[in-house]
């Protein structure tokens, strides 16, 4: 089973940006798709971007198109989420998830998540 660790949410002003990491440990890397969730107050989790476990080739959710970037390192077991022109809107708590397969990770139903990282986003 893979462990996953979130960091580098914070507090931000509209517009501004925040660059999440997520540290995974625990089986061979570049075998899992890689994602980012998140989840506003009294929302449901929804899909954010994912990227395959070669790097090969990545998908975003259409609000976040243009202004969020997700890159992988698998040398150092690393998955990152570049936040950037972030609006009111991308408040949240961000999750990284992980599976190795991409339908099952793109549906919200990986094999493993993190704890999750608070991102807030003043007007």
């Known amino acids: 089973q893979v462990q996953l660790v979130e960091s580098g949410g914070g507090t931000v002003q509209a517009g501004g940006s925040l660059r999440l990491s997520c540290a995974a440990s625990g089986d061979t890397f570049s075998n899992y798709a890689m994602g980012w969730f998140r989840q506003a107050p009294g929302k449901e989790r929804e899909f954010v971007a994912l990227i395959r476990g070669t790097g090969s080739a990545t998908y975003y959710e259409d609000s976040v198109k243009g202004r969020f970037t997700i890159s992988r390192d698998n040398a150092k077991n690393m998955v990152y989420l570049q936040l950037n022109s972030l609006k009111p809107e991308d408040k949240g708590i961000y999750y990284c998830?992980?599976?190795?397969?991409?339908?099952?990770?793109?549906?919200?139903?990986?094999?493993?998540w993190g704890q999750g990282t608070q991102v807030t986003v003043s007007s």
């Open positions: 998830a992980e599976d190795r397969w991409v339908p099952t990770l793109h549906s919200g139903s990986p094999a493993s």
